[in-house]
């Protein structure tokens, strides 16, 4: 198996190349890649606004996208990068998924669930907990989201 600390900055730095080119597209710069035995199965940036639809979360497309290309809706023995912690309904869609491990970069005072709010994985009725690891990339990933929404102020 392959050491987790060599493999996450590259998986990382993918979710992040897929948060800048969200943030080039006008969308909150969100990325998020699902990985599995060392292969990127899918890779996606948030679409809320280009899809006209609040579901387009980075993770929820990633998660469309893997189970597409697996042809199961059991993401089982995937690990999941995302840039920024999740939100209620993505952590959902995470544990539905059954996605093994969950490494996110800057954590979400607001709206993450995952280690702030909620923290869905810590509660007796969620079905399924993925190991979950944070702070990857923490300041990078911060500092686009700081950057996207502090030019939109301007």
């Known amino acids: 198996m392959r050491d987790r600390s060599e493999a996450a900055p590259s998986f990382m730095a993918l979710a992040l190349e897929e948060a800048r080119a969200a943030a080039a597209r006008g969308e909150v710069p ?12 899918a890779r996606a940036g948030n679409e809320t606004l280009a899809a006209k639809d609040p579901t387009a979360h980075a993770e929820m497309l990633v998660i469309r996208a893997a189970a597409a290309a697996l042809g199961s809706e059991r993401l089982t023995g995937c690990d999941l990068y995302v840039t920024l912690e999740p939100c209620p309904m993505c952590a959902a869609a995470i544990s539905f998924a059954r996605i093994r491990r969950l490494y996110f970069g800057a954590g979400d005072e607001k709206g993450g669930a995952v280690e702030h709010g909620v923290r869905l994985y810590a509660q007796p009725t969620c079905h399924h907990a993925p190991e ?12 686009l989201l700081r950057g996207f929404f502090r030019a939109r102020r301007e």
Do not use: C, F, K, Q
Request: proline share 0%; net charge negative.
């Open 30 to 41: 969100v990325g998020a890649v699902i990985v599995r035995d060392g292969t990127v199965i």
């Open 132 to 143: 979950t690891y944070g702070g990857l990339a923490e300041r990078e990933a911060a500092d």
